[in-house]
């Protein structure tokens, strides 16, 4: 593999044969090929070693909920309190490595009690495992190379006469501080142990996770969503027993040959329903369904409620509730199948423009909104249109108005010349003057007109007459 | 495949109307037959796009008639919303429904867009569905209105099928209306008036098709008749019953 690193073109990885040749990763391609002129080269590809780091990340979840990627090339997976699911530290180790050999992946893995000290010891350590609370030990006859330092302050370190991590340690910390900067101290405690550091999990954490592993893997969609179901059941009672309910789901099937596919729901109220969760995994399964080709079949499908909320045992059959639940749920599986920004409500919000003035959020998200500030009898209200369109749509052509500043006599929109008969206004809408970037002048003056064959309209100029060209706008249409 | 098919619709069971919905002028009921079917598709097409307005008027004003409390789905597929724009909630205020009762449901497909509805008319808490398609909304052909009727027939919520533009083929329907706008009753002050309709019934599986004038009371959130007379044409000749 040959990348392109500052002007030159550069080896990043190479097989094994290549390696006992004696090159190295770095090298410079014209050098390699001066030494070996039959090297076979490909073009590295960055984009694509970050996906397929991110998919083994989702295989990896197999072992833990807390996977972290740690570009380029490491994972970071949190296994406390996991690994005595496989029979302890070194077991799960040796699992992991022969199952990535299995699927043709060249890894290294270190445990230890910290990040920095993983990292070091999995890229250039001999012992796999650190005791724990022994950091100190094993990291002294590391490289430096195994803090994660930028390559400047490695060089530097490493002209000064030190070698191995174990060097800094008696090492008066304000003058090398102020030579290569406060990261270096920074990596070495968080390596030893003495300032914390977290893993960013690359998939959100779950607060409620089941999961059935299977000797025959599944290989009908049907089986799944089955499956699904009776996860849904256990993760149900799980949450029963601390009164919440799922805001954010996911199923997890992982495929025999190291793929994770990921099929995410979101509800709309705290959800504590196991057919209904089956329902909404369905619904999102006849959107994706080309995604997620079951191939050799799925040896692991996990249930995972990442997104909670206090749900407390509710009486059925009060007024309302019943009424207001059946939408939620409604919400929630057109949601799943047609996605967020499809499913809308509508909410009121307090400003004069009328684009703003009533605004479709995503019904998912939305809290139930508050009674509408205006109330029937508002003599505004019947100044709005019913449909009104999101872009104003220009006239065809600029109308002939009685008086410059009048209402249009007639108008031509969409090819259709309209005669107006009776129009109301205008009413003037200044825009937000001061958030328009091109100085234009943002003043609006509304007519509502009715016309000679039954069209209603809501209809603007733009501008002011003695300023620029008026350009006029449909903006809506009346009952 | 033929007799096939027709020994399939023979074994349906015959669809039964619910109490029908009243709408307050006396005469369109009674050429309804009582009132609107409350478990039957109603198409509603506008004059022309640009009546679109008028159209989503009535059918709101419809199932305003069927419910005041429960909650609207308004369905719009494809390219409607840019064809005719997105329903407006201070506007829809007039007809009684606040913007809180409103579920948007934009369907990038006809087939997207007849699930929802469906969907929507299974939900306990809808008072009726506006389904709203582009152009002739040729996707709801017999078949899925006949589904329609079917599914609406179960859960009692009004299913409303608001074509952009009228389909040459035949659908399930209990009612078809050519909505356009009219001008409204005069207000005095040089106004464009009332919300006001000329409708033409142009399907009616209970009584005769005809012309009506409707108008609608802001105040009330009801029709009331625009003329005093209904203008009803005598329905000679109805194709429809063939089909």
């Known amino acids: 593999m040959a990348g392109t690193d500052g ?10 044969a290549a390696a006992r040749l004696g090159l190295h990763a770095g090298m410079a391609l014209a050098d390699a090929r001066a030494m070996y002129p039959a090297l076979a080269v490909e073009q590295a590809d960055p984009a694509a070693d970050a996906t397929l780091l991110e998919s083994i990340a989702g295989w990896c979840l197999r072992y833990t909920p807390l996977v972290g990627i740690a570009p380029p090339d490491g994972l970071l997976l949190d296994i406390t309190g996991c690994a005595h699911l496989l029979g302890g530290e070194a077991a799960l180790r040796h699992d992991l490595l022969l ?7 060249h890894a290294r893995a270190a445990i230890a009690d910290t990040v920095g000290a993983a990292h070091a010891l999995a890229r250039h350590g001999t012992c796999a495992i650190a005791a724990p609370g022994g950091m100190t030990e094993a990291l002294r006859d590391l490289p430096l190379a195994g803090l994660r330092l930028d390559a400047d302050s490695i060089t530097g370190l490493r ?11 008696a090492l008066p910390r304000a003058p090398l501080a102020a030579r290569f900067g406060p990261g270096l101290w920074l990596q070495l405690d968080r390596a030893l142990g003495r300032q914390g550091e977290a893993i960013t999990p690359h998939f959100p954490p779950p607060r409620f996770c089941v999961e059935r592993a299977f000797a025959e893997p599944l290989v009908r969609m ?11 059941a256990r993760l149900t009672a799980q949450m029963a027993r601390q009164g919440m309910g799922a805001r954010g789901l996911a199923l997890m099937l992982f495929r025999l040959d190291g793929r994770m596919q990921r099929l995410t729901a979101g509800t709309s109220r705290p959800l504590r329903d196991a057919a209904f969760i089956r329902r909404l995994f369905a619904d999102r399964l006849t959107v994706c369904e080309d995604d997620h080709d079951p191939g050799f079949g799925y040896d692991l499908v996990r249930l995972v409620a990442h997104e909670t909320e206090r749900l407390d045992p509710a009486q059925a059959g009060l007024s309302g509730t019943g009424q207001a639940e059946a939408l939620a749920r409604l919400t929630d599986r057109l949601t799943a199948r047609l996605g967020a920004a499809q499913v809308l409500r509508l909410a009121e919000q307090d400003t004069h423009i009328p684009e703003a003035a009533c605004v479709a959020l995503p019904a998912a998200t939305a809290k139930a909104m508050a009674a509408p500030s205006l109330t029937p009898q508002d003599t505004l209200l019947a100044a709005r249109p019913l449909r009104l369109f999101t872009r104003p749509q220009p006239l065809d052509e600029t109308p002939m108005a009685a008086a410059p500043d009048g209402a249009p006599l007639r108008f031509r929109w969409r090819r259709i010349l309209h005669e107006v008969v009776a129009h109301e206004g205008p009413e003037r809408i200044a825009l937000d003057w001061w958030r328009d970037g091109q100085d234009r002048a943002l003043t609006r003056d509304y007519f509502r007109v009715a016309c000679k064959d039954g069209g209603r309209f809501w209809i603007f100029r733009e501008g002011l007459y003695h300023q620029t060209a008026p350009r006029w706008f449909v903006h809506g249409l009346f009952a | 495949m033929e007799p096939v098919l027709s020994r399939a619709f023979r074994s349906v069971p015959p669809l039964e109307d619910g ?6 002028v006396r005469a369109l009921d009674a050429a309804l037959g009582g009132g609107l079917c409350a478990r039957r598709v109603h198409e509603i097409v506008p004059g022309g796009v640009f009546q679109l307005g008028s159209a989503a008027g009535f059918a709101l004003g419809l199932a305003s008639c069927a419910d005041r409390r429960g909650a609207v789905i308004w369905i719009q597929q494809g390219q409607a919303a840019a064809e005719g724009g997105v329903p407006y909630g ?5 007809f009684g429904f606040s913007p809180a009762r409103f579920l948007l449901v934009k369907a990038a497909t006809a087939k997207d867009a007849l699930w929802a509805a469906e969907e929507g008319l299974r939900c306990a808490g809808t008072a009726a569905v506006i389904l709203e398609l582009t152009g002739a909304g040729e996707a709801a052909d017999l078949t899925a209105t006949r589904r329609l009727n079917l599914v609406a027939q179960e859960h009692g919520a009004l299913p409303l099928l608001l074509r952009q533009q009228g389909m040459r083929g035949t659908s399930a329907a209990a009612t078809r209306w050519l909505v356009r706008g009219a001008p409204g009753r005069a207000d005095g002050f040089g106004g464009i008036g009332n919300t006001a309709f000329a409708l033409t019934l142009e399907k009616n599986r209970h009584g005769p098709c005809g012309d009506w004038r409707l108008e609608w009371d802001h105040e009330q959130h009801r029709f009331r008749a625009a003329l005093s007379v209904a203008v009803a044409a005598p329905a000679a000749h109805r194709p429809h019953r063939a089909a």
């Open chain 1, 222 to 232: 049907e089986d799944v969503l089955t499956v699904a179901e009776e996860l849904a």
């Open chain 1, 99 to 105: 199952r990535l050999k299995g699927l043709g992946f």
């Open chain 2, 90 to 94: 201070s506007g829809a205020s007039l």
């Open chain 2, 19 to 24: 109490p029908p919905i009243t709408l307050g």
């Open chain 1, 159 to 169: 002209q000064s006469g030190f070698e191995h991590i174990g060097a800094l340690y």
């Open chain 1, 7 to 16: 002007h030159a073109l550069r080896l990043t990885a190479l097989n094994d």
